[in-house]
């Protein structure tokens, strides 16, 4: 079956870069998406296709593939950015597949 | 503005039936593909049902195949989840998400507040 992994758990100071990766071996040929979650809330989408990102969410968030692995790049991290970041991507037999999710700590 | 709000969740006992709804708003409901995607307690997304804008395709997770169905009633701009045999497992907030596209993809872009299903044992 189709698996995204994600690391459990990412920490950076303010102000610094986070670097959030999703491997998966069908992401070469699949796009894939980012989700934040903060707690007690539904998720918000940060980045669809791998690097297009909605009107509205800020310009520090990015994303990035490469081979089997896409990064989200959160730029310049604020306190408001510690939350809940996932993955998604489909296969084409119509299954979308969450990675596990990554809590992002700001210290 | 783009709105879902789902409703219908509670207490039920293992075996038991529920149906979930999200009800939409400020867009073309008939227009978009529709997830259903749950969270377990203290756990990550799990993807469940999509439904196709006219219905015409539905897919579902290995997890819930055979037991839950996703349907739509587009004159009154629902979505519906029908959850049969009912699992303590099951147990999660359901969000309903809209599928939207860009050119030739497809992203969950928008989606509802949940609602939240116990299955007790």
């Known amino acids: 079956s189709y698996e995204l992994t994600q690391p459990p758990s990412v920490s950076v100071s303010p102000g610094q870069t986070a670097r959030i990766t999703c491997f998966g071996d069908a992401l070469p040929k699949q796009y894939a998406d980012w989700y934040q979650q903060k707690p007690g809330q539904a998720p918000v989408m940060l980045i669809y296709r791998d690097r297009e990102r909605p009107s509205g969410i800020p310009e520090r968030f990015s994303g990035s593939s490469s081979g089997t692995t896409i990064t989200l790049t959160i730029s310049g991290v604020q306190a408001e950015d510690e939350a809940d970041y996932y993955c998604?991507?489909?296969?084409?037999?119509?299954?979308?597949?969450f990675g596990g999710g990554t809590k992002l700590t700001v210290l | 503005q783009v709105q879902l709000v789902e409703s219908g969740g509670g207490v039920v006992q293992r075996g038991g039936s529920l149906r979930l709804s999200c009800a939409a708003s400020g867009f073309t409901f008939g227009s978009y593909g529709m997830h259903w995607v749950r969270q377990a307690p203290g756990k990550g997304l799990e993807w469940v049902a999509f439904i196709r804008y006219d219905a015409g395709n539905r897919y579902y997770a290995d997890s819930v195949r055979g037991r839950f169905t996703i349907s739509r009633d587009t004159s009154r701009n629902t979505l519906y989840l029908q959850m049969n045999s009912l699992r303590p497992e099951d147990t999660a907030v359901y969000y309903c998400a809209r599928n939207s596209w860009f050119s030739d993809y497809y992203y969950m872009d928008v989606w509802g507040k949940g609602t939240t299903v116990t299955v007790s044992s």
């Open positions: 998604q991507s489909a296969d084409s037999s119509g299954t979308w597949v």
